[in-house]
């Protein structure tokens, strides 16, 4: 095995309650657009300026015409060997968790029983009238579509900019940050917060990231494997 992935694989046995944290890179290779890559373009929309309750306010038929389009790539994308290892990994760790800011769902697909998806799902949506909450794995919608109680408004069930993560979601996060012996983050660039801030809750635990690009976490890891995730992990699979 060449010394970086015998390194990766040392380093992660020892841990017992690793916490692992992802971001869009995970699902790259998966064929799903990351947020601020050069392919994180719609339509010559940033992605960042459309994930925000604003453009939701001021065209709500434009932003669900961006969901169902990813709703539509997601549908047929399938997990790679990251998604693999890291369910892998933490079926053998049941004291470890994995926290994703993806809300494609791939991390279910691949088999890990509870992800905590802080950032919500493209599969599910939310009345903005009534509140009502659901799946919904429509292909394409009716766009915008509407909630099927009170006729009201639907919007995508994901955490946009300014709003509070769901509670129960980030208590899990908090708390796999505090007691783990290891926290490994892949595939983000760590600049959205509060999850970029989760590392720095496990005071103690080494840091390792998977990653082409340095981040700003790059500084506190101690091993940082400059690659593409799925490419690193498939021979550890
Ligand atoms: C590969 C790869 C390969 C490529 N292998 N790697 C503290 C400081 C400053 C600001 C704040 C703060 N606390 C809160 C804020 C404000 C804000 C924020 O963080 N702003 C910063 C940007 C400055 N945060 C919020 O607003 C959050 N809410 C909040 O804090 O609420 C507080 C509150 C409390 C009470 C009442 C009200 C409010 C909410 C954040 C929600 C983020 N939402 C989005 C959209 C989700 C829905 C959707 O998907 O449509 O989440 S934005 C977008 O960014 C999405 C992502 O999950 C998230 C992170 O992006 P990610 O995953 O890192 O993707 P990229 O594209 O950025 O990076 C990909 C990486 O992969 C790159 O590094 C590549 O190199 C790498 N890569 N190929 C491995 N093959
Ligand atoms: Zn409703």
Not at 12 to 36: D, M, N, Q
Not at 88 to 93: T, V
Not at 176 to 198: C, R
Not at 220 to 234: I, K, N, Y
Request: hydrophobic share 45%; aromatic share 6%.
């Amino acid at each position: 095995m060449d010394p970086d992935r015998k390194r990766f694989s040392r380093l992660t046995a020892a841990a017992l309650r690793p916490l692992v944290i992802t971001g869009a890179g995970v699902s790259a290779e998966s064929g799903v657009p990351t947020f601020r890559g050069v392919d994180g373009l719609w339509r010559s929309h940033r992605a960042e300026t459309l994930a925000t309750p604003g453009a939701f306010a001021a065209d709500p038929g434009l932003v669900w015409e961006w969901y169902d389009w990813r709703r539509s790539r997601v549908a047929t994308a399938r997990p790679n060997p990251a998604h693999r290892w890291i369910t892998g990994y933490l079926a053998e760790r049941p004291s470890g968790l994995l926290v994703t800011q993806n809300v494609d769902g791939l991390h279910r697909l691949s088999g890990l029983p509870d992800p905590v998806e802080i950032h919500g799902s493209l599969w599910t949506v939310r009345c903005t009238v009534c509140g009502a909450e659901a799946e919904d794995r429509r292909i394409p919608l009716p766009i915008p579509p509407r909630c099927a109680g009170c006729g009201g408004l639907l919007r995508p069930g994901v955490v946009w900019f300014g709003e509070p993560l769901p509670a129960a979601a980030l208590e899990r996060a908090v708390t796999a940050a505090a007691v783990a012996d290891l926290v490994l983050v892949v595939g983000t660039s760590a600049v959205v917060y509060p999850v970029a801030g989760l590392p720095a809750l496990a005071r103690d635990a080494p840091l390792v990231e998977i990653n082409p690009e340095p981040t700003p976490l790059s500084p506190a890891a101690m091993f940082a494997v400059r690659a593409r995730a799925g490419e690193f992990l498939a021979p550890l699979c």
